[in-house]
């Protein structure tokens, strides 16, 4: 089987504006008024005989644009900051800290970065990459609405909360499959199977490689087989989305098995990479979109198509954290250096998973059973809060988390273990 792999990639700015507009009709002011309004024109106007000065107020053609709501990760981390508390935690965004709570730069990415520097590499070059995760997803997404015009795309429910953005964004019509089952916190295997097996014919199934976002649970490997008979057997397209990869069981190895299953039985996929997590380059957004084809000639023209979509969206694509990951996977010795760096990122979460599960076992006295907290697996972790558990945890211990009750384990350390496991069963036992 010939295959190809792609990568596209786009750097956007971020950008934000606000529309204001404070004189929402014509001011008339008589003759006598003596205030003077600098920037605006004015306009006699005759009524009942006597004189006034009109301000005529141009109406802005972007009065109609409406406010956007707040983003559900980003708000949590513009609230933490704003949060004067020093018992504060922030266990929203899903990026790797240290256990001081500091952003961590991997020593092989240093190095890497060291490589570029004393090679003297220019960037009047670009690869076809991806703009992270996001950005990889955002070009299938389109090559699907103008490939495979009707298709739909199955995603889990949960998922991360951007993956319905992006098929809205995209048009592309889209539907969820049964995932979370909050009696168990566990995995609704049978309701995921059903699913899947009731959509049409041909649907594209998003799934998450590794380290379910939000709720940290996969797939055994087992069940992984049995999802890979029935999408061949419905000849269904299975599309991967590889946020996390290496955080789900320390082994970058490990963690890619879910998708070198389907790609060992011949099947054509996509996978949608991002290496901001495992190699903690997140302002650099540098990912991938994969599409692997039964055909080299398949190959070569699903190629040129991405790269047509990928044109008008964002030209050429920014060149220096590519060259970084480039280097890191290229070099041997920066890959094995990676792999142990990989490690102790994922060994530093475990242990705190571990803790949290520990505190809240010993702290908690009705006999609760938490280990649904160790057989979630990953950065994050479902805690079972409701909405208004999460937002009550947020006022009362200043923990914050996304509302569907998702943590950041990545966000906490060994000593905030025990003021979390409080703040939960507090949070769980009285606040409704």
Request: hydrophobic letters at 40%; proline letters at 4%.
């Amino acid at each position: 089987m010939a295959s190809t792999m792609f990568s596209l990639a786009f750097a956007t700015p971020s950008a934000s504006f606000s529309l204001q507009h404070n004189l929402k009709s014509k001011l008339k002011l008589g003759t006598s008024s003596q205030r003077a309004f600098s920037g605006k024109d004015f306009v006699k106007a005759k009524s009942n005989g006597r004189t006034a000065m009109t301000v005529a107020v141009n109406v802005s053609q972007f009065e109609g644009i409406t406010m956007a709501p707040p983003d559900p990760i980003l708000g949590v981390s513009e609230a933490f900051k704003a949060d004067t508390n020093e018992l504060k935690l922030n266990l929203g965004v899903g990026a790797y800290r240290t256990e001081d709570l500091q952003p961590y730069v991997l020593n092989v990415v240093k190095k890497a970065e060291n490589l570029m520097l004393e090679r003297g590499e220019n960037k009047e070059v670009a690869t076809i990459q991806g703009l992270s995760g996001t950005g990889s997803l955002r070009i299938a997404a389109a090559l699907i609405e103008r490939y495979f015009p009707g298709s739909k795309v199955l995603i889990s429910s949960p998922t991360w909360g951007n993956h319905k953005n992006i098929f809205n964004d995209a048009r592309v019509p889209w539907s969820e499959y049964q995932y979370y089952d909050p009696r168990t916190v566990g995995l609704d295997f049978a309701g995921m199977i059903d699913d899947i097996k009731a959509a049409p014919e041909g649907s594209f199934i998003l799934l998450h490689g590794c380290a379910h976002n939000p709720t940290g649970i996969d797939p055994t490997p087992e069940q992984w087989e049995k999802i890979a008979d029935l999408i061949q057997e419905k000849n269904h397209i299975p599309f991967f989305d590889v946020a996390y990869q290496g955080f789900a069981s320390g082994s970058l190895d490990q963690d890619a098995s879910s998708v070198r299953l389907f790609a060992a039985r011949g099947m054509e996929l996509l996978v949608a990479q991002s290496y901001s997590k495992n190699l903690g380059l997140y302002g650099e957004r540098i990912g991938a979109i994969n599409v692997l084809c039964s055909s080299a000639d398949a190959a070569t023209r699903v190629k040129s198509q991405l790269k047509r979509l990928a044109r008008p969206m964002y030209s050429n694509p920014p060149i220096h954290g590519a060259r970084i990951v480039a280097n890191v996977i290229g070099i041997p010795e920066l890959f094995s250096e990676w792999k142990k760096e990989m490690e102790m990122m994922a060994g530093r979460i475990k242990s705190v998973r571990q803790k949290l599960y520990d505190s809240l076992s010993v702290k908690d006295k009705s006999g609760k059973d938490w280990s649904f907290i160790l057989k979630q697996i990953g950065m994050f972790s479902f805690t079972g809060l409701s909405k208004a558990q999460s937002e009550s945890i947020t006022n009362k211990w200043h923990v914050y988390m996304t509302k569907d009750g998702r943590i950041s384990l990545a966000g906490l350390s060994s000593a905030k273990c025990e003021y979390l496991a409080d703040a939960i069963i507090d949070t769980y036992y009285n606040a409704s």
